[in-house]
């Protein structure tokens, strides 16, 4: 657990939830992460979530052997992360909880909290010994009170949620000890699913963070990035650009097989250009990893059959959450069938106009689809992919 001089890693594994924020699915769990900081002064950087606060706090009294926790830095205040703060608070009653303004009004709301805290700003320093925390402020990356700890003399970026990832710790912790296939996937699903409304924020953030000499960074989700990290911060960036790598993501919902089989021309028709092609059931595959895809990908065609007048509803609301995080840049394409009345091309067309995309390509079948029309979703596939 000791990851640096002085430096201990006091997180846990979580590997009993199902879904994360009860929304999106831990096939491989998530780790709470917190770092312990033994100096002349000793500092927590966040807790844990509250059911597992026991066996951190049995951690901290392991390693610290009687001594006692002075200063506990709250970087983010979401419940996975402060939940454990008033059991700290029992243990060592003395502590001085130290937030900015935001996080100690939270503090307060959340958690009853308003004695024994310390404020801090934009550049605030706060001295342990042979070590100096600094502290910048990160808001809406992706709580409006976010910061980020800096540790000066070591060159250690506590950043918060940042570069976090989905995906328990159970090899290590830090990347070196790490197989980095699964984390990696599991980045871009995190960040398209809880930060991805907010690439304005991270870009303003990397702007202010990046000209430090950062060694490592302990993010409070996923691995300690120390020989990756700029890999990591390479994958925030990219993302908070909306700037996708070259593959198509075809997405498609069918109620009776006729919108698969036309999803799996126009993959065929992508395929003979690009080799990155993904093709997902709506219906079967949960919308979390596929956004995350999204995301990702530069290439994006949807397909679904007109439901009640509209989009199939698990196509509507992916739509949904697309526009819901603003995504920017993708080359878009769209197909759509329907039987008496066609409204899900008309749909898509009014989703891409309302991201301000260019007016896409579309195919429409009605009931069964016909040699001519094969071949223009064969050309749709095609066109997207050429447009990479």
């Given at each position: 657990?000791?990851?640096?001089?002085?430096?201990y890693?006091v997180?846990?594994?979580?590997?009993?939830?199902?879904?994360?924020e009860n929304m999106?699915?831990?096939?491989?769990g998530?780790s709470?992460?917190s770092?312990?900081l033994v100096?002349d002064?000793?500092?927590l950087?966040?807790?844990?979530e509250?059911p597992?606060?026991?066996?951190?706090l049995?951690?901290i009294?392991?390693?610290l052997n009687?001594?006692l926790?002075d200063?506990?830095?709250v970087n983010?205040?979401e419940?996975?992360?402060?939940?454990?703060?008033?059991?700290?608070?029992?243990l060592?009653?003395?502590v001085?909880?130290?937030?900015?303004?935001?996080?100690l009004a939270m503090?307060?709301?959340?958690?009853?909290i308003?004695d024994?805290v310390y404020e801090v700003?934009?550049?605030?320093?706060?001295a342990l010994g042979?070590?100096t925390?600094?502290f910048?402020?990160?808001?809406?990356v992706h709580?409006p009170?976010?910061?980020?700890?800096y540790?000066i003399?070591?060159?250690?970026l506590?950043s918060a949620?940042?570069?976090?990832?989905?995906?328990?710790?159970d090899a290590?912790?830090l990347?070196?000890q790490?197989?980095?296939?699964?984390?990696?996937k599991?980045?871009?699903?995190?960040?398209?699913?809880?930060?991805?409304k907010?690439?304005n924020?991270v870009?303003t953030?990397?702007?202010?963070?990046?000209p430090l000499?950062?060694?490592m960074?302990?993010s409070?989700h996923?691995?300690v990035?120390?020989k990756?990290l700029?890999?990591?911060v390479?994958?925030?960036?990219?993302m908070?650009?909306?700037?996708g790598?070259?593959?198509v993501?075809i997405v498609y919902?069918?109620?009776?097989?006729?919108?698969e089989?036309?999803?799996?021309?126009v993959?065929?028709?992508?395929?003979?250009?690009c080799k990155?092609?993904?093709?997902?059931d709506i219906?079967k595959t949960d919308?979390?990893?596929?956004?995350?895809?999204?995301?990702?990908?530069?290439?994006l065609i949807?397909?679904s059959?007109t439901?009640?007048?509209d989009?199939?509803?698990?196509m509507k609301?992916?739509?949904d959450?697309?526009e819901?995080?603003?995504?920017?840049?993708?080359q878009?394409?769209a197909?759509?069938?329907?039987?008496?009345a066609?409204?899900?091309?008309r749909?898509?067309l009014?989703?891409?106009e309302?991201?301000?995309?260019?007016t896409?390509?579309?195919v429409?079948?009605?009931?069964?689809?016909t040699p001519?029309?094969?071949?223009?979703?064969m050309q749709?596939?095609r066109t997207?992919?050429?447009?990479?």
């Amino acid at each position: 657990m000791k990851l640096a001089e002085n430096l201990y890693y006091v997180g846990v594994n979580d590997r009993s939830k199902d879904l994360f924020e009860n929304m999106l699915p831990l096939p491989y769990g998530v780790s709470y992460n917190s770092f312990l900081l033994v100096d002349d002064k000793v500092a927590l950087i966040d807790t844990v979530e509250a059911p597992f606060v026991e066996q951190q706090l049995e951690t901290i009294q392991r390693i610290l052997n009687g001594r006692l926790v002075d200063y506990l830095i709250v970087n983010h205040m979401e419940p996975d992360h402060s939940s454990g703060i008033q059991a700290l608070r029992l243990l060592y009653p003395q502590v001085q909880i130290v937030g900015n303004a935001k996080t100690l009004a939270m503090l307060q709301g959340y958690y009853g909290i308003s004695d024994g805290v310390y404020e801090v700003k934009e550049g605030s320093e706060l001295a342990l010994g042979k070590r100096t925390l600094r502290f910048y402020m990160t808001p809406m990356v992706h709580w409006p009170e976010v910061m980020m700890a800096y540790d000066i003399e070591n060159h250690i970026l506590f950043s918060a949620d940042a570069f976090g990832c989905f995906g328990t710790l159970d090899a290590g912790i830090l990347d070196t000890q790490l197989n980095l296939d699964l984390y990696w996937k599991e980045m871009y699903r995190y960040y398209a699913n809880i930060v991805g409304k907010y690439g304005n924020p991270v870009q303003t953030a990397l702007k202010k963070l990046l000209p430090l000499q950062i060694d490592m960074i302990c993010s409070t989700h996923g691995p300690v990035w120390t020989k990756h990290l700029n890999e990591a911060v390479s994958i925030y960036d990219r993302m908070s650009r909306y700037e996708g790598e070259k593959g198509v993501v075809i997405v498609y919902g069918s109620m009776y097989g006729h919108t698969e089989r036309m999803a799996q021309v126009v993959a065929r028709g992508a395929g003979e250009v690009c080799k990155k092609v993904f093709l997902y059931d709506i219906s079967k595959t949960d919308s979390s990893f596929i956004v995350g895809e999204i995301f990702r990908y530069k290439g994006l065609i949807l397909g679904s059959p007109t439901y009640s007048n509209d989009l199939f509803p698990p196509m509507k609301a992916l739509v949904d959450k697309l526009e819901l995080r603003g995504l920017k840049n993708r080359q878009f394409g769209a197909f759509g069938s329907y039987t008496w009345a066609g409204a899900a091309v008309r749909s898509f067309l009014a989703f891409a106009e309302r991201m301000k995309w260019e007016t896409p390509p579309t195919v429409e079948v009605k009931q069964a689809m016909t040699p001519e029309q094969e071949e223009d979703l064969m050309q749709l596939g095609r066109t997207i992919a050429t447009q990479l």
